[in-house]
């Protein structure tokens, strides 16, 4: 489990968004690829890596090394918990496409887990892949233990029954059910914004920031976290399947509320422009220097188009 040297140099501040991304991006592929064991018995770790590597936007480790590197924050804990909360949203990615649940056949451009191994394989990917992000996240050494106890608390939180897994039970019931905005905010604030709220603070757990800016960083996390969730929405009715790298117009199929389906599809984009407007304003009230990388998350989360 130890970092490699490597990886634990910060990508400069200075450099250009796109390099400074795709940097952090190769950098969270190698440090996933090195702590996901392919070893696993059975098959299991080749479902795990499969469920995992080479795939999905890693919007949730930038959100987390951009908001580490404004908090002028520990290195390695920060990519530490870059990659452990990919693994919760892989993982919940598996359970989530299960004919349990959502039921679904492609994600990220290719089969989706329980497609390609079982059922049976699948479920057991996402429990190891759940456990294993709270392994990376403790190291016997280089990360201090009251920063992986904060990190643990602020990840468990997130994707437990007050958050992601919450969410989920939520949309689950939804079903066919009229909700109105109020309730469908809810919904999603636990189910998708949660995580990448998380995100963002975990982030700036791993340097010092004072209550103020916490707070600024976890509103603007909380505006991400719903935007996303809206763009999503109007990216259902609005894309294909080859462009989204999933099924598209599965909500509507499934007669699920979503944004669109409540506000219309005009409506849902301008409230998606209103949300990037509070992320912005959050990010200036933050009082911190270093917050361009998170301003350019969140204005990619609105405008992009997969």
Not at 1 to 6: A, V
Not at 224 to 232: C, E, I
Not at 248 to 259: E, L, Q, S, V
Not at 297 to 303: C, I, P, R, T, Y
Request: charged letters at 20%; a negative charge.
């Amino acid at each position: 489990m130890s970092l490699f040297p490597e990886a634990a140099a910060a990508v400069s501040p200075r450099i250009p968004f796109e390099a400074w991304q795709q940097a952090e991006l190769d950098t969270v592929e190698s440090a996933l690829s090195a702590w996901v064991p392919g070893s696993a018995p059975a098959g299991l770790g080749q479902a795990m890596r499969y469920g995992v590597l080479d795939g999905g936007k890693r919007l949730r480790p930038l959100l987390v090394l951009a908001a580490a590197q404004a908090a002028a924050g520990h290195r390695e804990a920060a990519l530490r918990a870059a990659c452990a909360v990919e693994l919760i949203h892989a993982y919940s990615l598996i359970h989530d496409d299960m004919p349990c649940m959502d039921d679904d056949i492609l994600r990220r451009g290719k089969p989706t887990v329980h497609v390609q191994f079982g059922e049976a394989q699948a479920m057991l990917a996402g429990d190891a892949m759940q456990a294993l992000a709270f392994e990376v996240l403790t190291p016997d050494t280089g990360v201090p233990p009251v920063l992986q106890a904060k990190l643990c608390s602020l990840l468990a939180r997130s994707a437990g029954h007050a958050g992601m897994a919450g969410g989920q039970a939520i949309d689950l019931a939804s079903v066919g059910v009229p909700l109105n905005e109020q309730a469908l905010r809810d919904m999603h604030h636990r189910k998708t914004g949660a995580l990448l709220q998380a995100s963002v603070l975990m982030g700036a757990a791993c340097g010092g920031v004072d209550a103020g800016a916490w707070q600024a960083l976890s509103e603007y996390g909380d505006a991400v976290g719903l935007a996303f969730q809206v763009v999503d929405d109007i990216l259902d009715v609005t894309q294909a399947s080859e462009t989204l790298g999933k099924t598209a117009g599965k909500d509507m199929d499934n007669n699920k509320p979503t944004y669109v389906s409540i506000l219309g599809l005009p409506a849902a984009r301008a409230h998606a422009e209103e949300l990037r407007h509070k992320a912005h304003a959050a990010l200036a009230r933050s009082g911190l220097a270093n917050v361009e990388r998170l301003r350019v998350l969140a204005d990619k989360v609105v405008e992009r188009d997969c």
